[in-house]
């Protein structure tokens, strides 16, 4: 398997590998291991850490990279410390999260995923990667490619939900958006792939907690996603902060070494999370910082961030003969070739030109690409009498703090992006309409909380008016790093401020903000009209109003599933059948709860636009394949309705018997289209063999000969067409 772009080329390749034999062998073990440490520059993105003077250390040649450090010009004084300062001048790697944007923001990742667009997803990328390449970052962050089953988990913002197949395709295409064909262009910067890996099964969805899955939930669910960024030529990886089987994920020599070097050849290299290499410690599989570094470089792991583990010990390990150097060397190269890569040999300044940054951040362009994926992430839940989109109306009331926060649309990890840049609910609808009065009341604060005076006021302004839009949400601090939630219902007294405006009998439209799925079971009941909008960054309020008033057909699908109550959680679609499923039990015996139903509130893959498709004419073309036959799948879809709309077909299989229980459907395929009213379109798909494997009872990776039911449709929940297949050995 192709690992980097430029292993195809050994042309390219060669003079890289040559120039680093040459440079490791003039390093002493001292300085080169100072390029596996990576140290912090002022803002702090984790606990406090040892506190070293950054521009010493850098002089001393204990330093291989910065993050965080802040603004371009220090960022150019370190490099000057670094290049012209140090005995081999070996440049430094400056890294930054660059989750969803640097300073124009995109929305936050998962919204983003709920655009099912992997060119939109690809396209924000790269204007996050020419803003922070034009401010002198060269590594991102980034992409989280985890998956998130479990909406307690704070961090559920930064992943592409809950199915591999969407994380994946959505993996690819932001890592193609990071690092373009060419790491030395201006518009490009190395990714990072994190964190390695199944963070997202920290048990009850506590923050930082153990992980205790299956070989098989880890190479079904949560490797497919960082196996397509290395595929796709990610630079780098991180460790996850979480333990796999009891060892901590940057400690696991099966997961860095074994798996992601040896059997995927990933020939970046791999960095800790946040002083992760102490945390072993603390996890209690190292006695003490030796143990820990042992650990580390035996496992595979890189590049120390922030916790000095590497320099207070690598040089001792390798002198008294406990590790072998060559494991050092090996981590060295991967991080000297980055740097080559970069071309930061060639020019280690070409990252600092002022006047490019000038014309890059913030620019109209990038304003644009972003306000296009924020449109696209956008899903209509519920639109009950056709409520939205809101074209015939003479006065708007718009509710809720978060409606008029431009702070809040910029959600979790956002960089440098600046409220005074975005555009907030109440902006976009005033910035759109002409003809309606609109007026705004505050009902509640960022916190949903509720007093007498807001209350009346609100139902006052809303009793007023033809239609009321109701911001209500999560602030955007509820998600992120260190931010689970045991509930995850509406906080504060949002729902009873609901309660009262609907008994105006004003029709409502709730504008949700949020970096999770919520459990909104009297909303969804109740209120005629939902607007899922996440946090969706820089123009985020012109983005709404696009949708609200149907400028924009909304066509986001919800890429992970709206429990009903927390209880349900975790809830996903693709879970493996039981030995008492509830359609063929004996009642009072299936797997259910006494108390609520299976069955989540709004399911994978849901979302409804203004107008409606119907589903026809599904044809395979085979109905048996063999192994690495391809099977196409073709089918129309129609636009019935009377506007132009976007559809998402979505198609699932289901492996019938295997030699472990598959799950009841998988994603294999999706296509988004535009229908104009009346458009009738054919589509193909052609799904392999490899499409169909999973880590079987032999512990492989393969398909498995048998039948295959192919279900399509418009949401997880809703298939309109089947049929099935068999593969043949
Ligand atoms: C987070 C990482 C992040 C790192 C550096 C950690 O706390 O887990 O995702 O990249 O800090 O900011």
Known sequence: MAANQDSEDPEEEIPFENEIDGLL???????????????????????????????????NGKVGSVLNADGLENRERYQRIAVEETEHGVPLLFGYDV??????????????????????????????????????????????????????????????????YLAGELAAARVRGFQ?????????????????????EVKAGREYNTVD??????????????????????????????????????????????????????????????????????????????????????????????????????????????????LVDDAVRR???????????????????????????????????????????IVLMKNERDVLPLDDVDSIAVVGALADSADDVLGDWRGCGRPEDAVSVLDGIEGTVDNA????????????????????????TVEETDVAVVAVGESYELSGEASSRSDIDLPGEQQELLEALQATGTPVVAVLMNGRPLALPWLSENVPAILETWFLGTEAGDAIADV?????????????????????????????????????????????????????LYAFGHGLSYTTFEYADLELGASTIKMNEPLSIGLTVEN???????????????????SRARPVKELKRFRKLELEPGERREVTFEIESDDLAFWTADEVFAAEPGEFDVMIGHASDDIRLTDSFELRA
């Open 25 to 59: 062998a003039r390093l002493t073990l001292k300085e080169k291991v100072g390029q596996l440490n990576q140290l912090n520059g002022s803002e702090q993105t984790g606990p406090a850490v040892e506190d070293v003077d950054l521009e010493d250390e850098i002089r």
């Open 99 to 164: 989750i969803h944007g640097f300073r124009t923001l995109s929305p936050i990742p998962l919204g983003e995923a709920a655009s099912w667009d992997p060119d939109a997803v690809r396209a924000s990328a790269n204007v996050a990667a020419a803003e922070a390449s034009a401010s002198g970052i060269h590594w991102t962050f980034g992409p989280p490619v985890d998956v998130a089953r479990d909406a307690r988990w704070g961090r559920s913002m930064e992943t592409s939900g809950e199915d591999p």
């Open 180 to 200: 373009g064909d060419d790491l030395t262009a201006a518009d490009t910067v190395l990714a990072c792939a994190k964190h390695y890996a199944a963070y997202g």
């Open 213 to 326: 899955i299956s070989e098989s939930t880890l190479r079904d669910i949560h490797l497919p996603p960082f196996e397509a960024a290395v595929t796709e030529g990610v630079g780098t990886v991180m460790n996850a902060f979480t333990v796999f089987e009891g060892i901590p994920a940057g400690a696991s020599k099966r997961l860095v070494r074994d798996v992601l070097k040896d059997e995927w050849a990933f020939d970046g290299f791999v960095v800790s999370d946040w002083n992760s290499f102490r945390e072993f410690i603390y996890h209690g599989v190292a006695g003490d910082e030796r143990d820990a570094a042992e650990l580390a470089i035996e496992a595979g792991s890189d590049m120390d961030m922030v916790g000095h583990i590497y320099t207070n010990e690598l040089v001792n390990l390798v002198e008294d003969g406990t590790i072998d150097e060559a």
């Open 335 to 377: 991080v000297l070739r980055s740097k080559y890569r970069l071309g930061l040999f060639e020019d280690p300044y070409r990252y600092f030109d002022d006047e490019r940054r000038k014309e890059t951040v913030l620019n109209e362009t990038h304003r644009e690409i972003v306000r296009d994926v924020a449109r696209k992430s």
């Open 437 to 460: 009065e609109v007026r705004y009341a505050q009902g509640c604060d960022r916190s949903g909380m509720v007093s007498a005076t807001l209350r009346e006021e609100a139902i006052e």
């Open 548 to 600: 609200l008033f149907g400028n924009h057909q909304p066509s986001g699908r919800l890429p992970m599933s709206f429990p009903q109550t927390v209880g349900q959680v975790p809830i996903h679609y693709n879970h493996l059948p039981t030995g008492r499923p509830q359609h063929r039990a004996e009642a009072g015996w299936g797997t259910s709860y006494l108390d609520i139903p299976n069955d989540p």
């Open 640 to 658: 019935i309705g009377d506007v132009v709309g976007t559809e998402v077909v979505q198609v699932y299989i289901h492996d019938l018997v295997g």
